[in-house]
């Protein structure tokens, strides 16, 4: 009879271990909440740069979600899909996250003092990444260390490698022209990076979206 209770209670304890595990594996964790989606996207990598199709003044793909043609708003869509690919670039469910050690860990903000300034490269010499820049209309804001700070430009990398990491987003309140934030000029040679004092930090995995980027741009560049 022991041995029975005992073979019972074992098998049972599988059993609710096995349904905990895979209820853990379907609830996603540390998704993106913070981070909205933008009015416009700028994306800049060498094919980009150098390309004679290039028709914007800041010689980058971009996405506007006013644009018309025939009536008909031609980037919506594209703009919906490349943030929805971003957000699942965030997720992982809660057992993975577990096993990880990082189930508390959530989407960050940071701000840098000049002395450790952040930057970003516009990889205008890379075929294998791209720089990508959310642009709002209206400005959101940054909360660090209850000391708020307004932006309206969201800037990251997607790389062909890009593997489930620590990632830095930076921003920047930039209230000039857009090519003047983006391409060269006297005092913003393409070779310098963007700089940034202000970003958040999060894990991410965005090779979803480096994928679409990359079908997106060799169907507008003939690749």
Not at 4 to 30: D, E, K
Not at 66 to 74: D, I
Not at 113 to 133: C, H, L, Y
Request: proline share 2%; with cysteine; hydrophobic share 35%.
């Amino acid at each position: 009879m022991k041995k029975v209770i005992i073979c019972s209670v074992s098998i049972g304890l599988v059993l609710v271990l096995g349904v905990a595990a895979l209820i853990l594996a379907l609830i996603p964790v540390n998704r993106n909440s913070i981070i909205e989606k933008p009015n416009e996207i700028y994306i800049i990598n060498k094919t980009i740069w150098e390309s004679e199709n290039t028709r914007d003044p800041s010689k980058a793909y971009v996405l506007r979600d006013y644009r018309e043609v025939n009536g008909e708003k031609v980037d919506e869509e594209r703009i919906d899909e490349a943030f929805r690919l971003f957000n699942a670039g965030f997720g992982q469910n809660a057992l993975t996250a577990l096993f990880r050690g990082e189930l508390n860990d959530r989407m960050t903000s940071e701000h840098r003092d000049s002395s450790n300034t952040g930057s970003m490269q516009k990889n205008t010499s890379s075929t294998t990444a791209f720089s990508v820049f959310f642009y709002y209309r209206d400005t959101k804001t940054m909360i660090v260390d209850e000391e708020e700070f307004e932006y309206n430009w969201l800037f990251f990398e997607v790389s062909e490698d890009d593997e489930f990491s620590y990632k830095v987003f930076g921003v920047r309140n930039h209230t000039s022209t857009t090519s003047d934030f983006l391409t060269s000029s006297s005092s913003r040679p393409s070779s310098l990076p963007i700089t940034f004092n202000y970003n958040y930090n999060a894990k991410a995995n965005f090779s979803e979206l480096y994928d679409y980027i990359l079908e997106l741009v060799n169907i507008a560049y003939d690749m």
